[in-house]
């Protein structure tokens, strides 16, 4: 069994269906709310524990109640919380979602995510420094996620770096990262560009992995993933589902991915498991409502 520690948010949704948005000075009723639990952190944290790792988990939540139903909730998923710690005088982390006929539109206010301090992620050196693997994202400060990888850098963990949502101070964090994992867009602003041709971006990835000595490993949607191996582009396709919400699929993608990792799997077996994993995630509403187990994913793949 690997072990997984994961440094990164906890959120509440608060997900409302609406026909539309209301205007300016407009009141509208929803016709369905529902509670789900979210933040990148906490859903990756969940997907690598219900395949099989044993994962850890550092985050912050308020004194309030969404902070104990969101610390229950990993817990159930046989998650250590021990390091989430919990801030006084700010609210837990949560997101508005409004669910739209066609789209989603959502607000996110970050709370004790927005809190976290390099002070925070040093009691939790040990913790850090005895897992087989680190992952980390980008909603909370990125001086903490510095701090986490270097202390992971520091005993040799293997370090995952999920570079959303995309902040330009990332730059600072990739010569500790052994894997980064951006989706197409957040590949292109990591690179300063608006968007990459299909025709350039093999060589661009290559580009990449020989300046930053690390892995690439490049998440397309429903066309699957890219990643560079001996030199060369592979893209392993995305399997054809009827996909209710997406919500998760990145973020499974990268638990798994992390716990496939910490077992030492080879880097395109554990794409392939990652990947067949986040085609069962999609069929389900909520991020963390239809992250699959081992057995779930096991299944799919020897069809």
Known sequence: MGKVVVVG????????????????????????????????????????????????????????????????????????????????????????????????????????????????IKKYKELIQEADCLLVQLETPIAAVKKALQLAKEADVYTILNPAPFSEEAEELLAYADLITPNETEFAQLLGCSEIEDSELEQKMIKWTEQYDSQLVLTLGKEGVAYIEQGKLVKIPSRQVKAEDTTGAGDTFNGILAQMLSEKAALREAIQIANIGASIAVQKVGAQTGMPTAQEVLEVKNK
């Open 9 to 120: 948010s906890l959120n509440m949704d608060i997900v409302m269906k609406i026909k539309e948005m209301p205007s300016t000075g407009e009141t509208v009723l929803a016709k369905e709310t529902n509670y789900l639990y979210g933040g990148k952190g906490a859903n990756q944290a969940v997907a690598a524990a219900r395949m099989g790792a044993e994962v850890k988990m550092v985050g912050a939540v308020g004194n309030d109640a969404f902070g104990t139903k969101l610390v229950a909730q990993l817990e159930k998923e046989a998650i250590d919380t021990s390091g989430i710690i919990e801030k006084q005088d700010v609210p837990s982390g949560m997101a508005a979602v409004f669910k739209l006929p066609a789209d989603n539109a959502i607000v996110v206010a970050d709370g004790a995510n927005g809190k976290i301090t390099v002070e925070d």
